[in-house]
């Protein structure tokens, strides 16, 4: 049966969680990874009508992109929001699992699916994530342990590099050792010289994934003693970040570009400030709240900024600049994400023979009424 830890490996490779911001709370908020999950419904907010929802669909998890837990909790009162959506979850036994600021930044992820949306073609973060620091595991196995190592390794998060999965590579060598007293070796005697041939593998992998990595090859590993050694590597550019960046396919004035993005999104309402008339040919986008990334923007050479909850004062300021701001809302630049997230949940779980259901949630209300 498919668990609700099938489905956080899955998650954790399509928005791993290195890409999430410092301050942010990410992962499963409520449940046991151990938990079945024969069917996932996945929605943007984890409400009380969202698991209501995903207790409807016969859901065990709900995946969402904001958090049910933000700020720590002192006291769980099931009469405050956070407080019976927990207490609902719980009576329903549904686990709940976040990917917030790391689907942002993700590729692939929210912020790509909107720039494809409103037809733009992406070339780079708006902001880009820091270098993260990858690290290179070494552990010698005998011949016979090498292959079950490596199936164990392949249902962690290391063993990535680029847009491969599953990277590894092995050579043969001869392991010496004296068994100490009171020990009992694998191949040998206490106090006796012995040797024995060994396969080194070599794991690419973060620094979240060794916990996990070195659990399970002491799990699959026949030595009572595990030899392994981990590496530092050099701090790579992430190519990931918070926003995209991109060209359109042909300029418009940026009152056209608004018009068409309202049409795009199937949107009733959307706000510009800046000048209607002036020519549109690149632009920034933030899904979610995106004043705090303004100076990102006004730092571009981009024509217009596309993001939601964007104040009095960025307007202003955007406009001071002779450049265009486009607000769509908050619940519209994320909300776009909800069924391509459950259909890529959907395809991987299919190539690894999970035999899961996941659904969007595709009534979602914004909470936004606009008359």
Request: glycine content about 8%; hydrophobic content about 40%; overall charge negative.
């Amino acid at each position: 049966m498919p668990t609700v830890a099938d489905i956080i490996h899955i998650m954790d490779q399509m928005a791993p969680r290195r890409l999430a911001e410092e301050w942010d709370n990410i992962g499963l908020h409520y449940g046991d990874p151990d938990w079945t999950a024969s069917t996932v419904f996945v929605s943007l907010d984890p409400t009380i009508k969202a698991i209501e929802a995903a207790a409807s669909a016969g859901a065990g998890m709900l995946v969402t992109h904001h958090p049910l837990i933000f700020k720590p909790v002192k006291h769980i009162h099931t009469k405050s929001p956070v407080g019976a959506a927990i207490d609902l979850a719980a009576r329903k036994r549904i686990a709940v699992f976040c990917a917030h600021t790391n689907l942002d930044a993700a590729a692939g992820g929210i912020n790509d699916v909107l720039a494809e949306k409103i037809g733009l073609n992406v070339t780079g973060p708006l902001s880009s994530a820091p270098g993260v620091r990858r690290y290179n595991l070494v552990v010698f196995a005998p011949p016979d342990d090498a292959e079950r190592i490596l199936e164990a390794i392949s249902g962690t998060s290391a063993g990535i590099i680029g847009n491969y999965r599953g990277c590894s590579f092995q050579s043969r060598g001869i392991g010496r050792f004296i068994p100490g007293r009171g020990s009992n070796p694998y191949v040998g005697s206490p106090d006796q010289p012995a040797q024995v041939d060994e396969i080194r593998i070599e794991i690419p992998l973060y620094l979240n994934d060794i916990d996990d990595v070195v659990k399970q090859i002491k799990a699959n590993h026949s030595y009572e003693t595990v030899a392994y050694d981990i590496y530092p590597l050099y701090t790579e550019k992430s190519g990931t970040g918070i926003g995209r960046i991109g060209e359109f396919s042909k300029e418009r004035s940026l009152l056209q570009v608004a018009e068409d993005i309202k049409e795009a999104l199937s949107l009733k309402i959307v706000k510009i400030a800046g000048p209607p008339e002036i020519p549109v040919k690149t632009a920034a986008v933030c899904s979610g709240g995106g004043s705090s990334m303004v100076g990102d923007f006004l730092a571009s050479s981009t024509d217009v900024y596309v993001s939601g909850d964007l104040n009095h004062h960025v307007a202003l300021d955007i406009a001071a600049h002779n450049r265009g701001l486009i607000d769509i809302g908050h619940f519209a630049s994320e909300q776009v994400v909800v069924p391509v997230l459950a259909s890529r949940i959907q395809e991987e779980a299919n190539k690894k023979s999970i035999d899961v259901k996941v659904i969007p949630w595709r009534d979602e209300p914004d909470p936004f009424v606009h008359m």
